[in-house]
């Protein structure tokens, strides 16, 4: 599975866009980019995925340049409730493909203020 | 449907002890997945079923842990003896697919302290 790198933390406010950018150098052809939120004392949940391009969904869009060395989650006019711990994760669809240690890594911590 | 639904929410007992975490997963998906969630390892995959049939436990990080899933409705994780080092909080997902691209719906989590 490559390895992401992500910032640890970031601030925003209320009705501001966040941009999360996530770097994988060793992305692999089959690889796609998933990204998962977390709230506190929940377990993830699915954003969004891409595997070049743009992607959008009602919730996110994902940007991926061509030479697919990363990624930027972007989350439009955020609100108090997207606070959260966002995490990038890459690799093949197909789980078993991918290897047996899916790592989701340390993620990125949003704080959204008023 | 109520979503993926695990039991306890949380859990304390003394090294040593045995620990059995349940899951019960959305109805209708095929797949199953336990994760262990800590600071310093983050969130990590320690097996996964197929329509109740262990497909990968490598993610296992040793004997001391076991899970079973005798129905497609229940899953069982066990820790026979607990160690401080497995204080974290596990999740159980499922999905109606494999990939990382199919939506893993994840459930609210069991914390684990071991003293």
């Known amino acids: 599975l490559a390895k992401t790198t992500q910032p640890i933390s970031m601030d925003s406010y209320e009705g501001q866009e966040v941009n999360i950018t996530c770097s994988h150098n060793?992305?692999?052809?089959?690889?796609?980019i998933t990204w998962y939120q977390q709230f506190p004392s929940q377990g993830p949940r699915f954003i969004i995925q891409?595997?070049?391009t743009k992607v959008t969904n009602e919730v996110a869009s994902l940007f991926i340049p061509a030479d697919r060395k990363s990624s930027t989650l972007s989350l439009p006019r955020v609100s108090l409730s997207d606070t959260a711990v966002y995490y990038c994760?890459?690799?093949?669809?197909?789980?078993?493909?991918?290897?047996?240690?899916?790592?989701f890594g340390g993620g990125t911590r949003v704080l959204v203020k008023p | 449907d109520a979503g993926v639904i695990q039991s306890p929410r949380h859990e304390v007992t003394e090294m040593g002890q045995e620990v059995t975490l349940r899951c019960k997963p959305i109805s209708g998906h095929d797949y199953l997945f336990w994760y262990r969630q800590t600071m310093m390892r983050g969130l990590e995959l320690l097996i996964y079923f197929n329509n109740n049939v262990p497909i990968d436990d490598s993610g296992m990080p040793e004997d001391r842990f076991s899970a079973k899933m005798p129905n497609a409705s229940f899953s069982t994780l066990k820790i026979q003896p607990s160690e401080p080092r497995d204080s974290a909080v596990y999740f159980c997902?499922?999905?109606?697919?494999?990939?990382?691209?199919?939506?893993?719906?994840f459930g609210p989590g069991t914390r684990l302290l071991v003293l």
């Open positions: 060793n992305i692999a052809t089959n690889d796609y």
């Open positions: 997902a499922s999905s109606p697919g494999q990939g990382l691209g199919e939506t893993q719906y």
């Open positions: 994760l890459v690799g093949d669809r197909m789980i078993k493909a991918a290897g047996n240690k899916l790592t």
């Open positions: 891409g595997y070049k």
